[in-house]
């Protein structure tokens, strides 16, 4: 692992429970990052409560469109925020806002994505019960860097879950839940240690360095 953390903004707009996840997995140590802020568009967000109970700064931003996007200039006091908090990488958990500008050009490279699909199946809202309905007999979760596209770009991480005959909805959303929160936990870690390497849609993880292969 390199010997400064990397520092993670958190932008969610939920419940946060991806949120909790690598904060617990940065607290604990066993990736080397910190979550340096929590942005959010909702006062309401439950993510919130939990940026509280760590002890993280935490920003709502007046988005002041009704659009799924993010006006450009609510783009740029978002970089100025993330520059403010010295950040290296930024990870949407549940943000449900669309990022086309500044965020993209100032983080190239640096913002990473959670959804409940095995992407490309089953972008956009409600991805788990697309899948459902649709009959899928696996389902699973992707981590993706975020691009000028809607869940769409280069896959870094995957979880694939069974659904089991006779399950309910609710259980297979806990189920891959749970896995989001591992692979998340596991790309924010490898980002944080350097090891990953992109090429084109292609994301390779490469061996950790050690004093023989340094
Ligand atoms: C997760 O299912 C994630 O895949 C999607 O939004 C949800 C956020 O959940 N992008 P939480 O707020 O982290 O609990």
């Known amino acids: 692992m390199s010997e400064k953390p990397c520092n993670v903004a958190i932008f969610a707009s939920g419940t946060g429970t991806n949120f909790r996840a690598i904060a617990e997995a940065c607290r604990g140590g066993r990736i080397s990052a910190r979550v340096a802020c929590l942005i959010t568009d909702r006062s309401d967000a439950g ?11 935490s920003h709502v931003i007046d988005v002041k469109t009704k659009k799924a996007g993010l006006l450009p200039e609510v783009e740029q006091d978002c970089v100025r925020l993330c520059t403010t908090h010295g950040v290296d990488l930024v990870a949407l958990a549940g943000f449900m806002r669309i ?13 990473m994505n959670i959804h409940p699909s095995l992407l490309p199946s089953f972008k956009g809202l409600d ?9 899928a007999k696996i389902v699973g979760c992707t981590v993706h860097f975020v691009d000028q596209t809607i869940d769409g770009g280069a896959i870094i991480l995957q979880a694939a879950v069974p659904v089991g005959e006779g399950q309910s909805e609710d259980d297979v959303l806990q189920k891959v839940h749970k896995e989001e929160h591992r692979i998340y936990v596991e ?4 980002f944080a240690a350097g090891r990953l390497r992109r090429d084109g849609r292609r994301v390779r993880i490469v061996d950790p360095v050690t004093p023989d292969n340094r």
């Open 47 to 57: 993510a919130l409560e939990i940026a509280r109970s760590f002890e993280i700064p």
């Open 99 to 111: 990022l086309k500008g500044p965020l993209l050009n100032a983080f190239d490279g640096r913002i």
């Open 127 to 135: 991805a788990v019960q697309q899948a459902l309905d649709y009959g």
């Open 187 to 190: 790309a924010i870690g490898l």
